[in-house]
Nanobody, 123 residues
Framework: QAQLVESGGGLVQSGGSLRLSCVASGASLRRYSLAWFRQAPGKEREFVAS???????EYAESVKGRFTISRDNVENTIYLQMNSLEPEDTAVYYC????WGSGDASVAEYASWGQGTQVTVSS
């Protein structure tokens, strides 16, 4: 299983941008479908975006047009570029992975998880 470590979170004003990174070790991401999820206080973990091993992408409706998921298989890293951030985007963001996989939006789909990185958007 890949071990995943997120970084790049922080505090940003509404309308600002952040780029999250997730570096993998212990496995090549070329064979992995990967996703970003987020969890706000008191809420369930929710799907944000995914990228499959064959480069298909999916996005939650709430982030379409604002967030972009990408991967660098040479660097064994995935990214989440977040633009036009809103206070409602405030959450802990988690990177998740599954060998092969379909880029599903379900938490149960993914076997590997990072520890999370906090994103706070002030109004």
């Amino acid at each position: 299983q890949a071990q995943l470590v997120e970084s790049g979170g922080g505090l940003v004003q509404s309308g600002g941008s952040l780029r999250l990174s997730c570096v993998a070790s212990g496995a090549s991401l070329r064979r992995y479908s990967l996703a970003w999820f987020r969890q706000a206080p008191g809420k369930e973990r929710e799907f944000v975006a995914s990228t499959t091993w064959d480069s298909r992408t999916e996005y939650a409706e709430s982030v379409k047009g604002r967030f972009t998921i990408s991967r660098d298989n040479v660097e064994n890293t995935i990214y989440l570029q977040m633009n036009s951030l809103e206070p409602e985007d405030t959450a802990v963001y988690y990177c998740a992975g599954r060998l092969w996989g379909s880029g599903d939006a379900s938490v149960a789909e993914y076997a590997s998880w990072g520890q999370g990185t906090q994103v706070t958007v002030s109004s």
